[in-house]
């Protein structure tokens, strides 16, 4: 086998050892699933930030909330901002049905409603999140692990050669070396979407919560007026 055939990246793979071979699986597999996450990740992140602005523009523009609530409640498939407020307000007029009169009672069992609901939809982001900073974290060690145990083997081959040259260096090393190269090809894009999305996220969970703290005040200004 001549040194270019050595050289190319099918070749070198197909010529590594089975240990390197499974590095080079795992890495290929964990890239696959990260970009698989990423691009899952990329349409539910920026879907709630849409709905969240419709909504907060709607829920602004001075809607009646019984309104606003029924419409919300009619799509079925409300969540982030409009799952909260729905989930709040119908615990709101759950507990007026009931005939629960205090303010305090009222306004605390809303907050819960919302906190619970809240809870689920930041539960629903970070899905998988975990996986990317996994991933991001490990997979440059991972391939560092293949390519010491690439170059070991290779240096161990050449123990049984007279005199070592280049043409005997080369091929092992390089195939060793794209192990490393793996563990960073499936490292970057994973960091890099990991403190995107966390860091969308956490804009999210602000939102959510200013929302939550002016709806309470809103319904508190109702209840007093009542």
């Given at each position: 086998?001549?040194?270019?055939?050595?050289?190319?990246?099918?070749?070198?793979?197909?010529?590594?050892?089975?240990?390197?071979?499974?590095?080079?699986?795992?890495?290929?597999?964990?890239?696959?699933?990260?970009?698989?996450?990423?691009?899952?990740?990329?349409?539910?992140?920026?879907?709630?930030?849409?709905?969240?602005?419709?909504?907060?523009?709607?829920?602004?523009?001075?809607?009646?909330?019984?309104?606003?609530?029924?419409?919300?409640?009619?799509?079925?498939?409300?969540?982030?901002?409009?799952?909260?407020?729905?989930?709040?307000?119908?615990?709101?007029?759950?507990?007026?049905?009931?005939?629960?009169?205090?303010?305090?009672?009222?306004?605390?069992?809303?907050?819960?409603?919302?906190?619970?609901?809240?809870?689920?939809?930041?539960?629903?982001?970070?899905?998988?999140?975990?996986?990317l900073g996994t991933v991001g974290s490990t997979s440059p060690y991972v391939g560092l692990f293949g390519t010491v145990w690439g170059i070991m083997n290779a240096f161990e081959g050449l123990a049984n050669v007279a005199a070592a040259t280049l043409a005997h260096v080369a091929p092992g090393i390089a195939e060793a070396l794209i192990t490393t190269a793996m563990g960073l090809f499936a490292a970057i894009p994973a960091v890099i979407a990991y403190n995107r999305f966390s860091h969308d996220i956490d804009r999210l969970q602000t939102q959510f919560e200013s929302f939550m703290d002016e709806f309470i005040n809103i319904l508190q200004r109702q209840v007093i007026r009542a």
């Open positions: 086998m001549g040194i270019s055939q050595n050289l190319s990246f099918l070749g070198m793979v197909a010529s590594a050892s089975l240990l390197v071979q499974v590095v080079m699986g795992i890495l290929l597999l964990a890239s696959l699933m990260s970009w698989w996450y990423i691009f899952q990740k990329y349409a539910s992140i920026g879907r709630m930030q849409r709905r969240s602005r419709d909504f907060e523009r709607d829920f602004w523009g001075g809607a009646d909330l019984a309104t606003l609530y029924g419409r919300v409640n009619a799509r079925r498939d409300a969540f982030g901002m409009e799952k909260i407020f729905e989930s709040g307000f119908e615990e709101f007029l759950k507990m007026k049905k009931q005939g629960v009169s205090d303010s305090d009672m009222l306004l605390q069992g809303t907050r819960r409603a919302m906190t619970a609901s809240f809870q689920r939809e930041i539960d629903y982001l970070d899905t998988n999140l975990s996986f």
